[in-house]
């Protein structure tokens, strides 16, 4: 399939694609795709460095006449997001993304595609083997980690740039010029707790929520999407009176929208009637809220073999109150950019298993006191549950400079090339690397675009070809129109 991906145009573009998902780039687990692009950068024969959290820096001379534009820095991330269906068996430590062409989408084979931010990075690679390309002194930034703490973004440390415009590759409408974005807190809420010995005369269920889109908990959240650890404490709500937890397994990444959930369920048996009754009328219900949004949405119980150990009652009511009261998606509106996300936030993982619980958040905003509101209400709320609860990975948003020198040239050249369209300029609550960018490097003017990526975060996601090629037309008039140095 790969013969297939690298036939589509530009062929520039799909080949660097094609050549960085063959190599297993999960977040965290960055070694080998470092030494990939350090290697990249040895056989062009440019500068390369490492810096000491693994960033990737390769410094590329102006073109001839180019030497007296203002120097650039173009910017993506090495990691991508690792998810995958159920009956996918694919293992992202070892395996590099399998993809397909269908109609005008590029797509993965039952996991994500790595397209986030994977195109950014094959266009800077494509820029630096060319011979043809004209730009002026450039450093290509590649950070690692930006989907799970963006480590890489805040370990970089200031006067190793040299640029004076960083273009940033990780926007995912290709009609949208980005100028800011939101920053984020990981609020995470544990606690210890002693099993107790399930009676003999208990009956126990497993119940299931899968069949959810999930996607970007940033991007998407708007979207009125369904958040499976919502729904499935919603179901435990209907019977909370009459069932104690025995373990909860829910989502996976911070800034994925929950797609999974299961728990296992314990009650008298004589409670088996009430318990059943009271789940199917919650799931019709549930279904038929969703049903236009989550046309696939599955819900399943049945009883199965008694496990040996639960929750205390007293614990696995406080616990679904808890997470009932805990706000999911959007907290706050913009009141200044029309039809922008100001706060939100994603119930992203919650386990229950051998006596620990842990329930992770990632709340956004790009208003630092309003982010400090949420993650203060949902510490309260989780405090109340007896949860000790810990606010980390806190990244600044992205202040909008609606002045910029590059935002001016890259209008006018959008419109141009595309018929008179005239471009989004927005911010956007997704946490780009800007913000964090910005604190070691607040005079660099920084602006964000992409091609067009649907359902980032998640296996529905797809690259779409023609935005590929709108895309790459404007990176490479970009590129020529960089404003003259100082």
Not at 223 to 238: D, F, H, P, T, V
């Amino acid at each position: 399939m790969s013969a297939e991906i690298r036939a589509l145009e530009p062929k520039e573009l799909w080949n660097k694609f094609a050549d960085l998902n063959d190599v297993p780039r999960p977040s965290k687990k960055e070694e080998r795709v470092i030494q990939f692009m350090k290697d990249f950068g040895a056989k062009l024969g440019l500068e390369t460095i490492e810096d000491e959290v693994g960033n990737v820096i390769i410094r590329k001379p102006a073109s001839p006449g180019m030497e007296n534009r203002k120097a650039i820095v173009m910017q993506s991330h090495l990691d991508m997001v690792h998810q995958k269906n159920n009956d996918t068996v694919f293992d992202f430590d070892t395996q590099g993304i399998e993809m397909f062409v269908e109609g005008d989408w590029v797509k993965a084979k039952g996991t994500t595609l790595g397209a986030d931010n994977g195109l950014g990075v094959a266009t800077i690679m494509a820029v630096l083997e060319s011979d043809t390309i004209v730009h002026p002194d450039l450093e290509a930034l590649f950070t690692i980690d930006e989907e799970t703490g963006m480590t890489g973004a805040k370990g970089l440390k200031g006067g190793i740039l040299r640029g004076e415009i960083l273009l940033n590759l990780d926007t995912e409408e290709d009609d949208e010029i980005g100028v800011g974005c939101a920053g984020g807190v990981d609020v995470t809420a544990t606690k210890t707790y002693e099993e107790e010995n399930v009676p003999q005369d208990f009956i126990a269920y497993n119940i299931e929520v899968k069949g959810l889109q999930g996607g970007h908990s940033g991007m998407q959240i708007h979207e009125g999407l369904g958040n499976a650890n919502k729904i499935m404490n919603r179901l435990l709500y209907s019977v909370i009176n009459a069932i104690q937890i025995t373990e909860i397994d829910g989502g996976s990444l911070r800034n994925a929208i929950p797609r999974e959930s299961s728990a296992i369920v314990v009650s008298h048996k004589n409670n088996d009637r009430f318990i059943e009754s009271s789940l199917l009328e919650i799931v019709e219900r549930i279904k038929m809220e969703l049903k236009t949004k989550e046309p696939d949405l599955e819900i399943n119980f049945n009883t199965i073999e008694m496990p040996l150990k639960m929750v205390n009652q007293d614990l696995s009511q406080n616990l679904i109150k808890a997470i009932y009261a805990a706000h999911n998606g959007v907290y706050r509106m913009s009141p200044d950019i029309p039809d922008l996300v100001e706060t939100s936030n994603n119930i992203a993982r919650v386990i229950v298993k051998d006596g620990k619980i842990k329930i992770g958040c990632l709340t956004r905003s790009s208003v630092e006191s309003s982010k400090a509101d949420l993650a203060n209400a949902l510490t309260s709320t989780f405090e109340l549950a007896g949860c000790k609860v810990e606010l980390s990975g806190d990244y600044p948003g992205w202040a909008p400079n609606m002045d910029s020198d590059i935002l001016k040239v890259m209008v006018p050249i959008y419109e141009r090339i595309n018929n008179g369209e005239k471009p989004h300029v927005a911010a956007c609550h997704a946490g780009l690397e800007c913000g964090i960018l910005g604190t070691n490097y607040p005079n660099m003017d920084m602006i964000s675009f992409g091609p067009n990526i649907k359902g980032a975060h998640s296996p529905d996601e797809r690259a779409q070809i023609s935005s590929a090629l709108k895309y790459w037309k404007f990176v490479l008039e970009i590129l020529k129109n960089i404003p003259k140095a100082s």
